[in-house]
């Protein structure tokens, strides 16, 4: 049993900062779904983070007029 396994077995399971997956999988799993602004780039890369905010914008205001 893993220790993650046996911590949420015994309800222990809360959200804890030394249990997080520090792998370059959960890495980069962690950037994949929560995106932040990119920290350096050619403006290219920020025009297409731009055009990527406006639409989840569009979306979120599409999703709530529903």
């Known amino acids: 049993?893993?220790?993650d396994e046996?911590?949420?077995?015994?309800g222990l399971d809360?959200?804890?900062?030394e249990?997080?997956?520090t792998s370059l999988k959960?890495?980069?799993l962690e950037r994949a779904t929560h995106p932040e602004a990119p920290k350096a780039g050619t403006p290219h890369d920020w025009e297409d983070w731009e055009a990527f905010k406006a639409s989840e914008k569009?979306?979120?205001e599409a999703g709530t007029k529903d």
């Open 14 to 17: 809360d959200d804890n900062e």
């Open 6 to 10: 046996y911590l949420k077995k015994k």
């Open 58 to 60: 569009r979306k979120e």
């Open 1 to 3: 049993m893993r220790a």
């Open 19 to 21: 249990l997080k997956d």
């Open 26 to 28: 959960g890495k980069s």
